[in-house]
């Protein structure tokens, strides 16, 4: 594995996907999907785009971009979210986005967080569908690379059945290449982000409104994905013939990375047989090793792994290990060795069933 240190932007070219890849995404969440957890995916579904978490436009301009920016070769399908709302900044910012490599910018427009809403950018852009078709106007006329949104369905008081389609309607006339829809409001005053995730009800039945709407849109669905099952379901077309592009799946993916096994075949169709999750630990290997040798810390790598193995007998293990052993001073890859070797011949664990 190379390219670890920083910038890819020269095996960007000739890779960029199109929207197909937005079939399945795993979705951009803070502290969960770094560059760390988006390898860990990708050795798991080949064919998923891989979301990072949301950059602010003044980080990418003024901050650590190689911090903030750097991804491996190896995340591609790759898609840098970037939260702000002044156009020139967001065009400046995309610019830069392009120039590390990836393959898509995505706007959000749906975390409901009182930082970012002080900022004005994040859900409370939903009210101002003309300000966010500026933006998408400005990064389009910036980049090469296509650039796309990611919104609720509406916010606070608001009837979504008016504010969706009026918001959805200006950033197609602005050019946006694609949509991603949580399909639930955002309630800015009350609830945390972690409560926004979860008290608003879903309405899936507005994304299929969305898509009947302009059905040349790419138009991905997100929100209360639990499994394959549900997710085939929703890609499945409706009765009149509707159907969707893409799901994205967030924290079923992160908590029960499992999922992603299966994703290349039963989502894309590939002739592959599903990933061995044994094998993708001892894939992560070469990738763990040069993170230690640059300085980093194993728990850095090993916290996105932990589910894993959620449901077969040695999970608990399997975390104990990772858990505790990761974080003690010096932890290399014998403590990752260690916890797929407890997996393999799982101990008895209480409650949990025999190996078979
Ligand atoms: C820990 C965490 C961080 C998140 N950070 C972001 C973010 O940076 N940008 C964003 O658009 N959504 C963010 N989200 C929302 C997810 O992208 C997704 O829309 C939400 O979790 C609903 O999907 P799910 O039910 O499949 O998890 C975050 C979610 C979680 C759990």
């Known amino acids: 594995m190379s390219g670890t240190g920083g910038r890819s932007n020269e095996t960007a070219v000739g890779k960029r996907p199109a929207a197909a890849a937005l079939r399945f995404s795993v979705a951009p969440m803070m502290d969960w999907t770094d560059r760390h957890c988006r390898v860990f995916h990708r050795l798991l579904t080949g064919r998923a785009a891989l979301f990072t978490e949301m950059v602010t436009a003044p980080a990418i301009i003024h901050g650590p971009r190689d911090r903030l920016l750097g991804f491996s070769a190896v995340e591609h399908p790759v898609v840098c979210q970037i939260g702000g709302s002044d156009p020139d900044q967001l065009a400046e910012a ?70 969706l ?52 849109l790419h138009v991905a669905i997100n929100g209360g994905i639990r499994n394959l099952d549900e997710a085939e379901a929703l890609l499945a077309p409706r009765e009149d013939g509707t159907t969707l592009d893409g799901v994205m799946l967030g924290r079923a993916a992160y908590e029960t990375p499992e999922i992603l096994a299966a994703v290349d075949r039963r989502i894309f169709g590939a002739a592959t047989p599903d990933t061995d999750p044994f094998a993708v630990v001892e894939a992560m290997e070469p990738y763990v090793a040069e993170v230690l040798a640059g300085g980093g810390k194993l728990s850095h790598l090993t916290r996105h792994m932990l589910g894993l193995f959620a449901g077969r007998p040695g999970a608990r293990t399997w975390r104990r290990i990772l858990t505790v052993g990761a974080i003690a001073p010096g932890a290399g890859l014998e403590v990752l060795r260690e916890a797929l070797a407890a997996v393999r011949r799982p101990p008895r664990e209480a409650g949990a069933a025999p190996a078979a």
């Not at 975390?111 to 389009?140: H, K, T, Y």
Request: with cysteine; proline share 7%.
């Open 165 to 216: 389609p009026a918001f959805v309607a200006k950033i197609v006339a602005a050019g946006v290449d694609s949509l991603t829809v949580h399909a639930r409001k955002a309630w800015l005053e009350g609830l945390s982000p972690k409560e926004n995730r979860s008290v608003p009800p879903l309405d899936h039945a507005i994304v299929f409104d969305v898509k009947r709407a302009h059905p040349a």
């Open 94 to 163: 995309a610019r830069i986005v392009e120039g590390f490599g990836y393959d898509r910018i995505d706007l959000n427009c749906g975390c409901p967080s009182d930082r970012v809403q002080s900022g004005r950018f994040g859900a409370c852009l939903m009210a101002e569908p003309d300000l966010v078709a500026e933006c998408v106007a400005a990064m389009r006329g910036a980049v090469t690379i296509p650039v796309s949104v990611k919104c609720r369905i509406g916010i606070d008081d608001a009837d979504s059945r008016v504010m």
